[in-house]
């Protein structure tokens, strides 16, 4: 039950964070529990939000003297205790004259209860720190001890700052890296201990998020791959997640598989990067919640919308509008919920390289050469006890085999994920088998579409391949004409089984669209300049590149339907109509878009993130507009986002929309007869998407042989 807004201490909070809806000076704390408190930020203090740390928001005000510098107030107060504490004045002199504002993030080095705690506000433009300790009457400005040139130079900003142990840890980015600071904490002074780390992070996607966390008195480091809009985060969707933990003593970091006893919560605005980490205590450990409502299971590398406080019921687009961030209530009864001490054995599982694997590569061949001599009557009793991913082993091992084990005749395709590692998933049961891409040695690989039984395979950012899962055949293509840490789009003219199949890619290159095309037959790459698309074109990373009627097509995020054209040998063109798709949608609300071509007719799907509403709408003949379908005939369509397509159907199957996700062991779909999801397989209805589970690079993959 909400309480008026007002400053009734609150009762001792569970060790567990609270969301906080912010909405200039009013602010509502929603609990894990349901619980709801309404504040309002007492109009004595600073109205703005530096940073929350130990339950305190730090409150500042800046204000500008004479033009000439800033002077900054801050104070500090506890939302949940009403607590407050003033804090004296400073202003710092900016060393350029054209600017006018210094910029400055600050922390708590404990909570303000302890006699050691220390105020640190970490200034960009001179730059240095400037702290005081809680009843100093001002505050002590230490110049950064560090080669600023060298690592400051230009534009920087002290992203994540943590403190651990009596150490300050930040880190800096640029376009190509994330490096890592590390400062003692003395009484009068911070000490520099680490200058420049890299962190590590992942190349495959062109938007990086990392957030450095403390958990019980060690530093992790998460990572996030963004893909969307670069800039707007809240236009982004999380398509990598990894986790390191900081090994100080021998300056490295060591990637982490499982954390059982502890859950992460990453907040997604940049303004409040403070991440926090609890014990799980209530809730399921191994979990990384992000965005507010999603979750990332680190033993099964699943996404769920599923968190401690999805039940609470506020529009995505309000997140955004308003800002939201996390608060970890600083209370000594934690200690009451915790009553055993987890050790870092318990806690952590490093990445262990397996120096047997060449070995056991050996035996499998050996095995595979003993199968390949056996009778056939014997070959094919033992492929009929073969589950999918092994049936379909057996069939690439060699001609006997393929003649021993006839195609599968399945009811529903597979899905395929693959990100360095491939794994088949059966969709009547949601069992994950793993998959070897031929040519073993290749490293840094992830699936970027689908298409009539052929993946198109990346390869760090800019070798790229084609294989078909089914056959284990690979096509290997020209390097591409430039790095590309991302495809954003792709498509094919035809089944790459001809040598006049047109591939035709959508690539973001800093910032920049490049369509880059293709023919089998060809030996190199053509790329353009999609100048026609303008700069407020944004083109959906949801969906892929339809061919239909001679053409490409695909969809912005704002579901204008755009076009690539190919115009005789070795050119193109693009553009992007006017019309879009007869709905709209909150600006910073996520849902989901494809096109696909069915039954000889184009078509969009439209599938709210959280399960809302299903909308499936025909491109009319004229191509000026869209009608609303609302029976698809005798045809199942399957979507994801790295493949749309149809197949024709059964009657028990028609009208049906498989999604890549599943619910328990069961993979979902939307009837568009019952206008509700349901669980293949069984008598199970969903009212939403909510506790269902996705793959990264996850997608259907049509069975071809």
Known sequence: MAEEAGHRALSTPPPCPWLVVSEDEN???HSPTGEQLQRVIPPELPQEIERCCHGWLILIHKGVEHNKHDEHWFSLWNPFTDDRIHLPAFSIEPQQEESSSCHCCCILSSPPGNDDCMVIVIETETPCFVFCRIG???????????????YFSGSWFPFSPVICNGRLYFHTMNYHSREL?????KSDHLELSIAGMEIPWGERASVKKIDLVESFGEIYAINQGRKGVYGCIDLQRVISLELYKLDLPRREWIKVESFKDSVFFVNVSLLYDNSLSCPA?????????YDTIYSFNMEDKTVSISSPHSKIKIQRSEYVHTRSFYIMPDTDSMSNYVERQISESRTIKPEI??????HKEEVAEAEFAYFGKLPSDVQSMIAKCLGLHDYMSFRVANKMCRLAAPP???????????????NFIDPTCCKKYPIIIPNNEMKDVIMCYSSDGWCVMLQGEDSIFLWNPFTNKTIMLPKLPHKCREITACGFSTSPNSSDCVIVLLCYVELIIYIDFICLKDKQWKSIYASSFGRDTKISYDNNLSFYDGNFYFLTQHGKLGAVYLIGEGSASANVREFKLPFSWPRFHHIFLCLLECDGKLLSVSVDSFGKWVRVFRLRASKNGWKEVRDLGNHTLYISRLSSFSKPAT????NRIYLPRYYGKSVVYYSLDSRKFHCHGSED????LDATKEQFFCGWVETKY
Do not use: A, Y
């Not at 205590?281 to 919640?289: D, M, S, Y």
């Not at 399945?410 to 994920?417: C, D, E, G, I, N």
């Not at 209805?685 to 939403?688: G, M, T």
């Open 408 to 422: 599968i005749r399945s009811s529903l395709p597979p899905l395929v994920t693959c990100d360095n590692l491939c």
């Open 181 to 185: 600071f590390v400062f003692d904490i």
């Open 136 to 150: 100093d009457k001002q505050w002590t400005m230490q110049p950064m001890p560090i080669d600023s040139e060298k």
């Open 281 to 289: 205590v209530g809730l399921e450990g191994n979990h990384v919640f």
């Open 651 to 654: 009657l028990r199957m028609k």
């Open 353 to 358: 390289l397996r120096h047997t694997g060449s």
């Open 27 to 29: 602010l509502t704390f």
């Open 685 to 688: 209805i969903l009212e939403d």
